[in-house]
């Protein structure tokens, strides 16, 4: 096995006998009982430590996992993120009077039912209550039946799942639905606030259920879950966590980069918990490949799993620093098997699927890792998050958007516990209430013949649709690595040949009927034929006293723009060179850029406020021939100013350019490096302003201000759009 858990649980157990601690690890490195009979002999001794009663007291401190799930319920005290609702269908004979003493003898068997939580001097305690109020909340629907019962039982949980105030005890509440009298169905409701349970907290509560049910006596509790805060903040523990602590402040030295997924929506103000799910599995040759993967790698289908996860979360973001919460049952003492209470935490495991390293590489890296991890996972969660997180962003967790758990038959603390009373048939009653705690969730339970798996999603991120896209991508790691586990990350593929065909060619057949053969300067030429003498440019020319408006037809652009063209020619300009313009916002700016364009060259703005290196670094590496300014014309490769050309008159385009010649460069900012120039043709320009004509539908009596600067795209359409037809391009003051 190896599995958590169980790993956990029996190392926690030989510690308190033999007083020899047992690192995961070692459970793999000695699988027997005999190997491990001598390492227990041959090992150092390491005092157990045990857990003790506290005095009663008033208050008592919280637990770190109390602390993060008290300041999250002031945040957002009004969120049922942190509830932990169930449901059960029960069938047969059941004392509703029975039900609710068991209910009571478990209030007073545990502490934690009768525990609430406050500000004292501004530091947040729990208070252990001897009484509280109880009351079984009955709903009666025997008298409805059929499909309108199940429509009625659905309404009735989403109301019962609400806030809790966490001042006031009980922290959890029980429903009872009488649905069919003839059949004795019922359906009981059990919500309780995580604050006071986690997964296998519930299990202990629901099998101490049934046996006092049935009759039984049950040992009384030595400990409570105020014994284990108390030991918890003790100086003893503080200091031997120093270790675990260093490992953990170690791995988040440099601080991780915030995971980039593709989602449909923009991430809310404040993080909601709304959420839903969908479920898949692996069987046959698929699961046979990670099966036989995990042994050849002494490994577990735990680290196999959160190998693939990785690997599908830098694909979808294209990163290689991924961090993944994994939740583990935090009772690694002994002491606390039998104890109710939140002692589930959360290892932010960090990995980096680089795409030159080999998948069976990264198998080990992430083994390796796991079990460092494992060893320092008393560490709290929320205590890493204090120390390495400087501010906090209220729309989503600390650390890390993304979860995984992995379950098996030793270890199903995150599914919905077995619950079980003599002579009733009960089995967990679905609801339709859905909870996500981070974006993306995955859960998997391993069985015998197949590894079933749900996705747990933000609905407030994500479409179910892009969820099935998420999973069919990590079926593709799956398989991709099952064939070939020797590959690089990088040569993984995760989009399957019909929906490369999809994005890369049905999505990108946008072609419009007018722009197979199309330039700028063809359809502004013809734009030139239709409307010569309506106003193209508007500019105000801004003075002391006055702010008169310079203007130019379409034909005087035309023209202007020609002998702008001709001149280029003159120096050597043709198709496909790159000419920078670096000019404030003027009519002298368009003259340029379409005299570029006739020419046949592509323009490439430079925004006069760039600091001098930024400018000399774009001209460098673009290998621009020419710089046109407001003042001069400069010879790159030999540079000197051309201050006057030829005032020639030329009728027309001195040449037939291609659809597919380059129009404009534009370099990106460089904030991830050095700028990038970003080429764009002729056509892919033409189709876009001819889709945006088709949707607008401009008017030659309509005016367009250019406000943009030129060194951005998006500039591009405020440009051209109305000189491709018939409208007034009007040209805002810099600055003003």
Not at 159 to 174: C, Y
């Amino acid at each position: 096995g190896g599995h958590s858990l169980s790993g956990t649980v029996l190392a926690a157990k030989v510690h308190k006998a033999f007083e020899v601690k047992l690192a995961l690890s070692d459970l793999f490195r000695l699988p027997t009982v005999r190997e491990l009979t001598r390492h227990v002999h041959e090992a150092w001794k390491i005092e157990f430590s045990a857990i003790e009663p506290v005095e009663e007291r008033a208050f008592y401190p919280l637990s770190a996992a109390q602390q993060r799930l008290f300041i999250v319920n002031r945040i957002i005290p009004d969120s049922i993120g942190y509830n932990v609702p169930m449901a059960y269908e029960i069938l047969g004979d059941l004392s509703l009077e029975r039900v609710d003493d068991v209910f009571r003898q478990m209030i007073q068997r545990h502490e934690n039912l009768r525990t609430s939580f406050y500000l004292n001097n501004d530091e947040p305690v729990q208070k252990i209550s001897k009484e509280v109020e109880f009351q079984l909340q009955l709903f009666d629907l025997t008298g409805v039946a059929g499909s309108v019962l199940e429509s009625e039982i659905q309404p009735i949980i989403r109301e019962f799942i609400r806030p809790f105030d966490l001042s006031q005890a009980p922290l959890f509440r029980v429903g009872v639905i009488r649905a069919d009298s003839s059949e004795g169905r019922t359906v009981l409701i059990m919500d309780m606030h995580h604050i006071i349970t986690d997964g296998v907290s519930m299990d202990i509560f629901l099998k101490e259920f049934g046996a006092l049910f049935a009759g039984h006596t049950l040992p009384p509790l030595q400990l409570h879950y105020k014994d284990f805060s108390q030991w918890q903040n003790s100086e003893k523990i503080r200091e031997a966590m120093k270790s675990q602590e260093a490992y953990w402040l170690g791995q988040f030295e440099a601080e991780p980069p915030t995971l980039r997924l593709p989602t449909d929506f923009s991430r809310p103000r404040r993080q909601s918990f709304a959420g839903n799910s969908l479920s898949f599995q692996l069987i046959g040759s698929e699961l046979a490949g990670l099966k036989a993967l995990a042994a050849e790698h002494g490994s577990t289908l735990f680290m196999v799993i959160l190998s693939i996860y990785n690997i599908m979360l830098s694909k979808l973001s294209g990163q290689e620093d991924i961090v993944v919460g994994v939740p583990i049952a935090g009772r690694r003492h002994s002491d606390l098997e039998h104890i109710m209470g939140v002692f589930i935490n959360t290892l932010a495991l960090r990995n980096y699927p680089g795409g030159a390293t080999p998948v069976t590489q990264f198998f080990r890296e992430v083994k390796a890792n796991t079990f460092e991890a494992y060893e320092n996972q008393e560490y709290q969660y929320e205590e890493l998050v204090s120390k390495v997180v400087a501010k906090r962003d209220v729309s989503r967790n600390p650390l890390l958007d993304v979860m995984f758990a992995f379950n098996n038959v030793d270890t199903n603390f995150l599914a919905i516990p077995e619950f079980k009373i003599p002579d009733l048939s009960i089995a967990p009653y679905q609801s339709d209430i859905l909870i996500s705690k981070a974006d993306l969730m995955l859960k998997s339970d391993e069985h015998a013949d197949r590894i079933s798996f749900n996705l747990e999603y933000s609905t407030k991120l994500f479409k179910e649709e892009t969820i099935q896209r998420f999973v069919g991508y990590f079926k593709q790691v799956v398989a991709a690595i099952v064939n070939n586990p020797a590959q690089r990350i990088s040569d993984i593929e995760i989009i399957s040949p019909q929906e490369r065909q999809q994005l890369l060619y049905d999505f990108n057949d946008t072609a419009t009927p007018d722009s197979p053969d199309s330039t700028v300067v063809h359809l502004f030429e013809e734009q030139v034929q239709r409307t010569p003498d309506n106003v193209a440019l508007s500019y105000p020319l801004s003075t002391p006293n006055h702010h008169p408006i310079t203007k130019m037809t379409y034909r005087e652009l035309d023209e202007r723009a020609n002998a702008m063209a001709y001149f280029l020619r003159l120096k050597g300009i043709s198709v496909d060179s790159i000419v920078c313009i670096m000019a404030e916002r003027s009519i002298q700016m368009i003259i340029g850029m379409l005299g570029i364009l006739k020419a046949g060259a592509a323009y490439m703005p430079i925004d006069t406020e760039y600091p001098g290196d930024r400018i000399n670094y774009i001209l460098s590496d673009s290998q621009a021939k020419i710089l046109l300014t407001r003042q001069e014309i400069v010879h790159l490769s030999s540079p000197q100013a051309i201050n006057n050309f030829p005032a020639c008159l030329v009728q027309k385009s001195l040449i037939h350019l291609p659809a597919t010649s380059l129009a404009y460069v534009i370099y990106t900012s460089g904030s991830t490096g050095k700028p990038k120039g970003v080429m764009s043709s002729n056509i892919g320009i033409c189709n876009r302003l001819l889709w945006m004509q088709d949707a607008f539908g401009l008017t030659s009596d309509e005016r367009v201000l250019q406000k943009t600067p030129y060194s951005f795209d998006v500039s591009v359409w405020e440009f051209f759009l109305p000189l491709l037809n018939g409208a007034g391009l009007v040209m805002a003051v810099p600055g003003g």
